[in-house]
């Protein structure tokens, strides 16, 4: 498999007057669990259908495991999930999947086990002779699920995956991508919950408004955001309340531009070039007892609203 298994470059797509993707450019490495994020009407889902040649760009190009346009061959190795559900009602689970896995090519003397085998895992064994239409939202969207993975793809496209499902299932889900990424996988996912794509993405790219406005790894975005806030957790020893104490509160002699009470100690913003080892050190010569005194990380979800805000003026739809 080639090192890079998904290759945007300049894609744009226009509907009439409505312009979907502006000029996106990314790359997907192989075997990495990788998130498009945005905003709900971003360009996500347009994006996703042109990887899969459902539509085509109007310009730039669209490279999968270094083939373009994306052949025949390559458009095999690709399991999609998509946001609407594709089933059919009025077919039985069993019937769907077989019908779903022969329009893949599976031999026939494949496809029982396989089903019987991923309806266990989903937990969905006992519902196999039932009709679709008979099944919860959660439970469609997990036979969808195996509809994708059944005939082992490379690529695995899952575009809001988690709608339906509660919070167990959604954590089954969760293991099973992780388990298919172990397996050597590349998984493209889709979503604007970023809950779900904190716990789960290697690398991310988030769209807002049909333009890309970041993406590179989690842990390199998160960092960098890190060290722009100069943000700070500290807990105290002693009974302070969830009143800020005086020598936590801001201003010019405590180099602290914000301060609010979290669960078990403070939340810190630090000025512009205050450093942490003067608070540090401020505290302990105050006598106080430093239970806990770290770096706060930002949240995705805080990222992502920040860096959604910018480009639109006001907090984003969903996110």
């Given amino acids: 498999m080639t090192d890079t298994v998904i290759d945007l470059a300049g894609v744009t797509k226009r509907y009439a007057e409505h312009l979907a993707v502006d000029g996106l450019s990314l790359r997907v490495p192989a075997g990495v669990i ?38 025949r061959e390559a458009l095999r190795r690709i399991g999609y999930l998509p946001e609407e559900r594709g089933l059919y009602p009025k077919m039985t689970v069993r019937r769907v999947l077989v019908f779903l896995a022969e329009l893949r090519g599976l031999p026939r003397a494949e496809i029982m086990p396989r089903v019987e085998r991923w309806l266990a895992r989903l937990e969905l ?19 969808q699920f195996v509809a994708a993975v059944i005939h082992e793809p490379d690529l695995l496209v899952l575009d809001e995956p988690f709608s339906g499902l509660d919070p167990i299932n959604a954590d089954l889900l969760r293991e099973i991508v992780r388990e298919q990424r172990t397996k050597g996988k590349t998984i493209l996912f889709s979503t604007h919950l970023m809950e779900h794509a904190e716990q789960m ?40 309340g969830d009143e800020v104490p005086a020598l936590l509160r801001p201003g010019s002699d405590t180099g602290i531009a914000y301060a609010r009470s979290v669960a078990n100690g403070y939340e810190l913003t630090l000025s512009q070039g205050a450093p942490t080892a003067a608070l540090l050190r401020r505290l302990l010569d105050a006598g ?3 239970v ?6 930002p949240t995705l979800h805080e990222i992502f609203v920040e860096r959604v805000r910018d480009t639109s003026g006001s907090a984003p739809e969903g996110g």
């Fill in 34 to 71: 990788y998130g498009l994020l945005g905003p709900n009407g971003a360009g996500k889902t347009t994006t996703i259908r042109m990887i899969n040649d459902i539509v085509r760009p109007d310009e730039g190009r669209i490279l999968l495991f270094g083939s373009t346009p994306p052949g």
């Fill in 288 to 290: 106080e007892e430093v």
């Fill in 125 to 143: 064994t006992e519902w196999i002779d039932r009709k679709v239409e008979s099944l919860s939202k959660g439970m469609q969207q997990k036979v």
């Fill in 201 to 240: 993405c290697d690398d991310v790219c988030i769209i807002a408004r049909a333009h890309k406005v970041l993406d590179g790894k989690l842990r390199d975005i998160k960092r960098d955001a890190q060290a722009a806030r100069n943000r700070v957790v500290v807990e105290l020893g002693g009974a302070h």
């Fill in 292 to 297: 806990r005194f770290e770096h706060a990380a």
